[in-house]
Nanobody
Framework: QVQLVESGGGLVQAGGSLRLSCAASGRTFSSYAMGWFRQAPGKEREFVATVSRNGGYTSYADSVKGRFTISRDNAKNTVYLRMNSLKPEDTAVYYC????????????????????WGQGTQVTVSS
């Protein structure tokens, strides 16, 4: 199982940008598809973005498509979420998640598919 630690959250004005990072422990990071999810107060955790093991395939929630970009650096055991044009409705705790898979080009969007989770990082967007 991989250990995940998120960083990069904070307070930003609407229209601003942030880049979240998620550092993974272990030497098998490239065996995991990675995802970002978020949970706002009083709401259920929701899918944000996911990237395949090889980084070649991505998928996004409609609410962030065109504004957020997920990427990974397997040499650094890190996955990123670049967030541009932030809106107050993007305010949430953002979680990084990992899913072990033998399929290098698959992406996964369901939270139940992911077996490892980070502790989360708070993103607050002020209007």
């Amino acid at each position: 199982q991989v250990q995940l630690v998120e960083s990069g959250g904070g307070l930003v004005q609407a229209g601003g940008s942030l880049r979240l990072s998620c550092a993974a422990s272990g030497r098998t990071f490239s065996s995991y598809a990675m995802g970002w999810f978020r949970q706002a107060p009083g709401k259920e955790r929701e899918f944000v973005a996911t990237v395949s093991r090889n980084g070649g395939y991505t998928s996004y929630a409609d609410s962030v498509k065109g504004r957020f970009t997920i990427s990974r650096d397997n040499a650094k055991n890190t996955v990123y979420l670049r967030m541009n044009s932030l809106k107050p409705e993007d305010t949430a705790v953002y979680y990084c998640a990992a899913k072990g898979t033998s399929y290098s080009a698959y992406v996964f969007r369901e939270a139940v598919s992911f077996g490892s989770w980070g502790q989360g990082t708070q993103v607050t967007v002020s209007s």
